[in-house]
């Protein structure tokens, strides 16, 4: 207890109620190539149709991408996703006599312009790609509403706010219309995208609830589709007399827009937006983002059309990095789509140029899908459906469960495999690392292999070991850190063995593993090890291995023999 200096009661509280706490095993990371969407930035997925929302629909050239993450959102519920774009990408502006400019994200617009862009004129599309050259942003004020082709979408003309009416200021209110002139978003040319209401010219103007009305604030934070770039130059002449868009609420009218239609039309349309395909570098580029552990708590990995290079990157560099991911890969479609003649030799040559490790798991093909959006049929890496298979493993069983076979390795939405690995294909696939994906007549297509591509003989080469692995290390890894900064005493380690020994008791019971044995004492905490600081404790584990192979041995017997006296 603190000492005291005079007498009196002090009451003090201690918790010994910690535990190791549940760690996410289900998150998926994603990087590719999508219409829309903000670029090399982490947003969270939830659903096929919220990757519509953000990202925009697939269309013949980004529709792998779109289909690896909707395959994995089939299966799972949480991916985090970063859109990734080639150098050439562009976003749509009003101005394009201006110079072209890529703003990928909120990060580059807040830095770069925020404050305004000649070049780019009133509004530029709020990312980079041909999908912003259908926007077409209309405005008007006191000064223009009546005769406003959009007038019917609003309940009424703007005119003077209630805050800059009270500082004495006029004529500040604007509405604003964002149409998809094209229907590229909608599928109808001439759609209302969105629409904001009684905004202010006034850059400290306010609505009656005190939130901000400043227009450019306002688009800026609720468009789904335009970043303010400027302010519109077409107005009534500046004047002693007249406040410019953007300055403090005064006693000022505020500068209207000119109603004289032949002079200016207050509708602009966007152009010059330019997709660009991302290299299997920019791809790499967007994948490092999720090296940051600590941010991004991502558990499983699908490449999409990867690269061996770029598979071994997010291996090498990511994964084993991290220590809790698995990356999901599948073989090049020029290995098995079309590709009649010797699939699995094309399949093996491809397993050679990717490394040996535990935290790399490869199918045998790509599947043949519908693309509901294009009307079309696609052919599909399956390593979206491998990792979504391996999330849903998890949220029916547990992460040490194995994803494969008839109870939990189906897999969804397949017209046809590409290939479909023969028993005597299966065994040289198998035998390499490679997990089959099969078709199986009236029983539909399963994951049939559970190993990662660790090449030596081990318990990690299969992916419930390794994952359980994780589960174990991140779990006890979060517990143990508060231990930092104790002291290394006997106390201290009997405190993180009774930490530690439940929540294995737990995952024990749970089928994750078969034994387990705590060391944590003065055997391994010497006082050598104690005067670095240092805290030791060794964690021995046999994990649960899966069924791979099944013998069922049938006997005959004569008639009079007695069971009870055949075998043993």
Aim: contains cysteine; charged residues 15%; glycine residues 8%.
């Amino acid at each position: 207890m603190a000492f005291q200096l005079s007498p009196g009661v002090l009451v003090t509280e201690k918790d010994l109620t910690s535990v190791v706490p549940q760690v996410a095993t289900t998150a998926g990371a994603f990087a590719g190539d999508f219409q829309w969407g903000p670029v090399d930035q982490v947003v969270t997925v939830n659903s096929e149709n919220d990757l519509v929302t953000r990202y925009g629909k697939p269309n013949d050239t980004n529709f792998v991408s779109f289909f690896t993450a909707a395959n994995f959102l089939a299966y799972g519920n949480n991916l985090q996703l970063v859109r990734s774009v080639g150098a050439a990408a562009r976003n749509a502006r009003s101005n394009t006599s201006g110079t072209a400019v890529s703003i990928t994200n909120s990060d580059t617009y807040e830095a770069t312009y925020s404050s305004g862009s000649a070049a780019l004129g009133e509004w530029t599309a709020k990312y980079p790609g041909t999908l912003g050259n259908s926007l077409k942003v209309s405005i008007a004020d006191a000064n223009t509403f009546s005769a406003w082709a959009y007038s019917t979408n609003f309940t009424g003309a703007p005119s003077t706010s209630t805050s800059v009416a009270a500082m004495g200021g006029s004529l500040d209110e604007m509405h604003i219309i964002v149409i998809d002139e094209d229907g590229l978003w909608s599928g109808t040319a001439g759609t209302v995208l969105e629409r904001f209401e009684y905004v202010s010219k006034a850059s400290d103007g306010k609505r009656d609830d005190g939130t901000k009305s400043y227009y450019k604030d306002v688009v800026n934070q609720q468009s789904k589709y335009i970043l303010w770039t400027g302010h519109n130059a077409n107005v009534v002449a500046s004047s002693a007399t007249i406040a410019a868009w953007g300055s403090t609420a005064a006693a000022l009218p505020y500068a209207n827009l000119l109603a004289n239609a032949t002079l200016y039309s207050t509708s602009v349309s966007l152009s010059g937006g330019v997709n660009a395909a991302p290299t299997a570098g920019n791809i790499q580029a967007s994948l490092s983002l999720f090296i940051n552990s600590e941010q991004y708590d991502v558990s499983l990995m699908p490449m999409g059309d990867a690269t061996a290079a770029t598979i071994n990157y997010a291996t090498q560099s990511i994964a084993e990095v991290r220590k809790d991911l698995v990356v999901f890969a599948s073989p090049t479609s020029a290995a098995v789509v079309n590709n009649a003649s010797s699939p699995s030799a094309a399949i093996l040559s491809f397993r050679d140029t990717l490394t040996s490790s535990s935290y790399a798991f490869l199918d045998s093909g790509w599947k043949y899908q519908y693309d509901r959006y294009n009307d079309t049929y696609r052919y599909v890496p399956l390593n979206g459906d491998t990792a979504g298979i391996t999330a849903r493993s998890d949220y029916s069983t547990d992460p040490w469960f194995s994803p494969a076979g008839f109870t939990r390795g189906q897999v969804k939405n397949v017209v046809k495999l590409s290939y479909s690995p023969t028993k005597t294909d299966r065994d040289n696939l198998y035998s390499r690392g490679i997990n089959p994906v099969v078709a199986m007549p009236g029983q539909g297509v399963v994951l049939f292999g559970d190993k990662t591509l660790l090449a030596k003989p081990s318990a990690f080469d299969r992916i419930n070991v390794r994952r359980l692995f994780i589960v174990l290390e991140k779990a006890i890894a979060t517990a143990a850190k508060y231990q930092l900064f104790e002291f290394n005493d006997g106390f201290t380690r009997a405190q993180f063995k009774n930490l530690v020994e439940p929540f294995l008791r737990d995952v024990k019971g749970r089928r994750g593993l078969t034994d387990y044995k705590v060391v944590c004492d003065e055997t391994n905490n010497t006082g050598e090890v104690i005067d670095r600081n240092e805290f030791v404790a060794d964690i021995y584990i046999k994990p649960a291995r899966s069924i791979n192979f099944i013998q069922l041995n049938f006997i005959a017997t004569r008639s009079g023999i007695a069971f009870e006296t055949v075998g043993a």
